[in-house]
């Protein structure tokens, strides 16, 4: 009957006493593995001074007690244990299952601007203002001619820089490539994913102290609170008082400057754009229902094609306060500054063992040059 003690006939023969096969296999790999260190620390003490070799040996012998602990299969089972491994008795799917995250919704949005060179650490805008007026020339009266003037002002964004790095070992490499698993590249997509995440945080929300400025903090941008509730299913007051809202905030900035300023796109939460799009358009008298207040809204209004959604917009100012921006879709209503176009990596940088790359954006903040186009106004959302 097999049991643990499996004999090792050729190991009898030469020996003539009994082996266990276990006990073969685990003297052999102990064997391997010490020359296979004994052949790095010759390498090393070859190729360094005796301070440096001592640093490098320490190194190695930690990176490599790490990587074994790292891999060390919480199902293996020596020959000692039994003759069938538990790893035999498990599939392992083909499909990998990976971490879901929102997407960055400022970056699909708003146009992005990549005229500013590498390097520079401002940006500086400069605006026209003029004054002037006309009368009716009355001869021999050139006194009371008026004249026409102007006068220039510059305004100054701030470029910073966000930066993360993915940092593996060449052990790690090794291990990876061995075991095909696309491990640095993985490493690299993270780096990427975390800096297009945050980048669209800093594009929504800015940063006071730093001096970036986001979609929200922008400090010239109107922004107003609406005396309407959105949300809930009680609609015995009808929803022709949300058509008049939302179409007056379009039409204000349209109306005052006499059609030269206007938002022609809008953003929401998801919670607020589904309300307005799934409710039915009722008069106060509850009339109506054949068509949704999205609908309408979007057929009188300037808004073109529908109503963005984007998750950052969702309790900007505590439980149940989301925001509705109204923008122009251009360079001149909202421009994202990343100067370079996207992002940049610094050459690969290895220490000893360890390599690192540097991956970073560029950013200057948000510029809304002609912000009389937009308006963000804030709404309380209740779903009962």
Known sequence: MLGPNIIDAGASRRERRVVPAGQRLSGEAASLFARARNCAHSAITENFDSADAAVLKARFDTAVHDLNERTLRADAISAQGSGLSAGKLRHVLARVLEEKYALPTALELFPVDTSVPLGKREIEVHRFYEAGEAAIYRSGDGSQIPKVSYSQESMTFRVRQYVTSAVWSFFEEQQAQAAEVEHVARLLRVARRTLELFLNEMTWYGDDQAGIYG?????????????????????????????????????????????????????????????????????????????????????????????????????????????????????????????????????????????????????GGVQMLEVGNNLCVFVTYSAS
């Open 215 to 363: 979609i929200l903090n922008y400090p010239w941008l109107d922004r107003e609170v609406s005396d309407l509730a959105f949300g809930g299913t009680d609609l015995s007051g009808g929803t022709v008082s949300y058509l008049q809202e939302l179409n007056n905030f379009v039409n204000r900035a349209y109306h005052a400057s006499k059609g030269v300023l206007g938002p022609n796109k809008m953003v929401t939460s998801p919670r607020v754009a589904d309300w307005i799009m799934q409710t039915p358009y009722l008069d106060g008298n509850g009339a109506g229902g054949d068509r949704m207040l999205g609908e309408v809204f979007l057929a009188t209004s300037r808004i073109e094609d529908r109503i963005e959604q984007a998750h950052e917009l969702e309790n900007v100012l505590g439980d149940g306060v989301d925001a509705i921006f109204f923008y122009r879709d251009d360079v001149m209503g909202v421009a994202n500054m990343l100067s370079g176009g996207g992002i940049q990596a610094l050459p690969l940088h290895q220490t000893d063992i360890d390599r690192r790359q540097i991956m970073f954006y560029n950013h």
